[in-house]
């Protein structure tokens, strides 16, 4: 498929284009990146159009010199465009996920450690796969051939701010469809002098003659969302457009058809269940995915999630073969020709076509597999799986009588979302207490000897004891907890958040070791100690440091001071010819 590239070539502080040199190293490339700024928020912007020989085609990539593989030139052409059965006329917005082909390319993006350490972990850069956020419009145009204009914007990022990418589209989409390229390339400049987004931090993004306000989130920030405060640093003209969050969406909204299984559906997700989501519109089905993917916050989402699925996709035949258990994924699909590929997966949910009153649409119901036969299947949620927990009815009163009372979607969305996030935290309380008492008493460091192990983790050990710290201390629903922990320890999230606790278990036991160490007296531990000790030691202290230096390791600038001080200490203890050799000039 042939890409018309942007023209021009972009110098130091000019226009788009610029060539970027892959054998030129990190260091050199560092000092002035040409699209450092804008590469710290987006990919790469993408143009697709409809074409009538070639049928979707990429007409436009910003930076023109981004290097995609022909795999996924050709996966954002088919997934920037609504399924044909989807008739999709006007503008719509939905977002994809497809996996990066060409593996990571580091000379392009910069380090992620410094914005992953302190993200959110749901909200960390993607390592392996692109996220793209779509602008479709396809109207009537007496002077093109089929008789219609069809084009879509495409942001590609590694960041899951959809809320963000979506608003940014909404601005930016309608006025590119009028002034095409031009106004592209001055979008993308004004991006590229975008602050970085940074964790904690409220940032000022000037696009287009308007200010979108955002709070990065933090690891630190409290669970419960709060709208940016007002930045008072600069007088900003005209008043900034504030945005509540970069990523969550409208929870009630995209859960109104399915409110009546949403704790089923919190289930499937945390024991990592495979999920087809059949909705009518790629924005339906890309929404309900996300909103899926989300509900188990502050957990991380470990499985893998397509929001826009179709038959044309690369990984079509490794997802939907049949000679094997159907994997770990949340498929978000609008083609009803999945209904008799994806027969044999567990759990399918049909969405029917969105009502736009204000009443509560009817809800769908709970289905046996194998009543899923025919293409027009009607909504419901097809599943042989029994929830373990029982349903909160309470909730359900509340949100029916908020449809009532007309109280506002996003009071209805906090409510939605502040009852999964407490059931996730009773869930995973229990697992943190039992976690945490594995972790090796203060005490029993010393500073000459290596730091004692962890405690395995014991599942039998913690199901003991739930009886008296488990989720029935903080949760009022009842039902089978104890099936559902031995369910979930089998499960990619099980996997996921034990190896993410146990590294940072880990790390805080070298921190404190090498605190440890820097509280003891050094010299009176040397005073018999051959040669050889003496340089061991220095080494070790220095791969210490170093691996604390790079923030792998929790510790206090005191302490990375005392510990350079103490292997100066140590290292000028040694004769002068080994010096030579730890300390070379």
Same mark, same amino acid.
């Given at each position: 498929?042939?890409?018309?590239?942007?023209?021009?070539?972009?110098?130091a502080?000019?226009?788009?284009?610029t060539?970027r040199s892959?054998?030129?190293g990190r260091?050199?490339?560092a000092s002035?990146?040409p699209?450092a &700024?804008f590469?710290a928020?987006l990919e790469?912007?993408c143009?697709?159009?409809?074409?009538l020989e070639?049928g =979707?085609?990429?007409?436009?990539?910003? #930076?023109?010199?981004?290097q995609?593989?022909d795999k996924?030139k050709?996966?954002?052409c088919?997934?920037?465009f %609504?399924?044909?059965h989807s008739?999709c006329?006007g503008?719509t917005?939905?977002s994809?996920?497809m996996r990066q082909?060409g593996g990571q390319?580091?000379?392009?993006?910069?380090?992620d450690?410094?914005?992953?350490?302190?993200a959110p972990l749901?909200l960390? &850069?993607?390592?392996?796969h692109?996220?793209?956020?779509?602008?479709?419009?396809?109207?009537?145009?007496s002077?093109?051939?089929r008789g219609?204009f069809q084009?879509?914007?495409?942001?590609?990022?590694r960041?899951p701010?959809? &809320?963000?990418? =979506?608003?940014l589209?909404s601005?930016i989409?309608?006025e590119?469809?009028e002034?095409?390229a031009?106004?592209?390339e001055?979008?993308?400049?004004e991006?590229?002098q975008?602050?970085?987004?940074? #964790?904690?931090q409220?940032?000022n993004?000037?696009?287009?003659?308007?200010?979108i306000?955002?709070h990065? %989130?933090?690891r630190?920030?409290?669970?419960?969302?709060? #709208?940016p405060?007002q930045?008072d640093?600069?007088?900003?003209?005209p008043a900034?457009?504030?945005?509540t969050s970069?990523h969550e969406l409208d929870?009630f909204?995209?859960?109104?058809p399915?409110?009546?299984h949403?704790?089923t559906?919190w289930?499937?997700?945390l024991l990592g269940?495979p999920?087809?989501?059949l909705?009518?519109?790629p924005?339906?089905s890309s929404e309900l995915?996300?909103?899926l993917?989300s509900c188990?916050?502050?957990?991380k989402?470990c499985?893998d999630?397509r929001?826009?699925?179709?038959i044309h996709?690369?990984?079509?035949?490794e997802?939907?073969?049949?000679?094997?258990?159907? #994997?770990n994924?949340?498929?978000?699909?609008?083609n009803?020709?999945?209904i008799?590929t994806l027969?044999?997966w567990?759990?399918?949910?049909r969405?029917?076509?969105?009502?736009?009153?204000?009443d509560?649409p009817?809800q769908?119901k709970?289905k046996?597999?194998?009543?899923?036969?025919?293409?027009d299947t009607?909504?419901?949620?097809y599943?042989?799986?029994?929830a373990?927990?029982? &349903?909160?009815?309470a909730?359900l009163?509340?949100?029916l009588?908020?449809v =009532?009372?007309?109280?506002p979607w996003?009071?209805?969305?906090a409510?939605?979302?502040?009852?999964l996030?407490?059931?996730?935290?009773?869930?995973?309380?229990p697992?943190e207490?039992?976690?945490?008492?594995?972790?090796?008493?203060?005490?029993s460091?010393?500073?000459?000897?290596?730091p004692?192990?962890i405690?395995?983790f014991?599942?039998?050990?913690f199901?003991?004891s739930?009886?008296?710290s488990?989720p029935?201390l903080?949760?009022i629903?009842?039902?089978?907890w104890?099936?559902?922990y031995?369910?979930f320890?089998?499960?990619?999230?099980?996997?996921?958040w034990?190896?993410?606790?146990?590294?940072e278990m880990?790390q805080?036991?070298?921190a404190?070791?090498?605190?440890?160490?820097?509280?003891?007296?050094?010299?009176?531990w040397?005073k018999?100690?051959?040669e050889v000790e003496?340089v061991?030691?220095?080494?070790k202290?220095?791969?210490k440091?170093?691996r604390?230096q790079?923030?792998?390791?929790p510790?206090?600038?005191v302490t990375? =001071?005392r510990a350079?001080?103490?292997?100066d200490t140590?290292?000028g203890?040694?004769p002068k010819?080994?010096?030579?050799v730890l300390? %070379?000039p």
């Amino acid at each position: 498929m042939e890409v018309p590239l942007a023209t021009g070539p972009r110098q130091a502080g000019g226009e788009l284009g610029t060539t970027r040199s892959t054998s030129s190293g990190r260091a050199a490339r560092a000092s002035a990146i040409p699209w450092a &700024r804008f590469s710290a928020w987006l990919e790469c912007v993408c143009v697709v159009t409809f074409d009538l020989e070639l049928g =979707q085609a990429l007409e436009l990539v910003y #930076p023109s010199d981004f290097q995609l593989t022909d795999k996924e030139k050709s996966s954002i052409c088919y997934l920037s465009f %609504p399924d044909s059965h989807s008739g999709c006329l006007g503008d719509t917005q939905f977002s994809f996920r497809m996996r990066q082909c060409g593996g990571q390319r580091s000379l392009w993006h910069g380090d992620d450690k410094p914005y992953n350490n302190k993200a959110p972990l749901a909200l960390q &850069r993607e390592p392996a796969h692109y996220l793209g956020y779509v602008y479709f419009r396809q109207v009537k145009d007496s002077s093109v051939k089929r008789g219609y204009f069809q084009k879509s914007l495409v942001l590609v990022s590694r960041l899951p701010f959809v &809320r963000l990418f =979506q608003s940014l589209l909404s601005l930016i989409a309608p006025e590119y469809f009028e002034k095409l390229a031009p106004c592209l390339e001055a979008v993308c400049n004004e991006i590229d002098q975008w602050p970085a987004p940074v #964790p904690g931090q409220t940032l000022n993004l000037p696009v287009m003659g308007v200010v979108i306000q955002v709070h990065i %989130p933090s690891r630190v920030d409290k669970l419960e969302s709060n #709208p940016p405060k007002q930045c008072d640093q600069e007088n900003l003209l005209p008043a900034p457009v504030v945005l509540t969050s970069v990523h969550e969406l409208d929870l009630f909204r995209c859960f109104r058809p399915v409110l009546t299984h949403v704790q089923t559906l919190w289930e499937l997700m945390l024991l990592g269940e495979p999920l087809v989501v059949l909705a009518p519109s790629p924005d339906v089905s890309s929404e309900l995915v996300l909103a899926l993917t989300s509900c188990l916050q502050p957990l991380k989402f470990c499985c893998d999630f397509r929001p826009y699925f179709t038959i044309h996709d690369s990984e079509f035949k490794e997802l939907t073969t049949r000679t094997q258990a159907p #994997p770990n994924v949340v498929l978000g699909v609008t083609n009803p020709f999945f209904i008799k590929t994806l027969q044999h997966w567990p759990h399918v949910l049909r969405i029917g076509e969105p009502k736009m009153s204000g009443d509560l649409p009817k809800q769908v119901k709970l289905k046996k597999p194998s009543r899923l036969k025919t293409l027009d299947t009607k909504p419901g949620l097809y599943t042989s799986y029994t929830a373990h927990l029982h &349903r909160d009815k309470a909730l359900l009163k509340r949100l029916l009588k908020g449809v =009532q009372k007309k109280r506002p979607w996003d009071a209805q969305s906090a409510l939605l979302r502040r009852h999964l996030l407490e059931l996730t935290q009773s869930f995973i309380i229990p697992l943190e207490h039992y976690m945490a008492s594995l972790m090796p008493l203060q005490k029993s460091i010393t500073p000459w000897k290596s730091p004692p192990q962890i405690c395995p983790f014991r599942q039998d050990d913690f199901l003991r004891s739930l009886e008296h710290s488990g989720p029935q201390l903080t949760c009022i629903l009842k039902g089978d907890w104890l099936g559902l922990y031995r369910r979930f320890f089998k499960s990619p999230h099980f996997d996921g958040w034990y190896r993410q606790r146990h590294k940072e278990m880990a790390q805080k036991l070298e921190a404190l070791h090498l605190e440890a160490i820097c509280e003891a007296n050094i010299e009176a531990w040397m005073k018999d100690k051959s040669e050889v000790e003496v340089v061991d030691l220095a080494l070790k202290l220095r791969e210490k440091l170093v691996r604390a230096q790079s923030h792998q390791v929790p510790v206090k600038e005191v302490t990375l =001071q005392r510990a350079q001080l103490y292997i100066d200490t140590v290292i000028g203890s040694l004769p002068k010819d080994l010096q030579a050799v730890l300390c %070379p000039p």
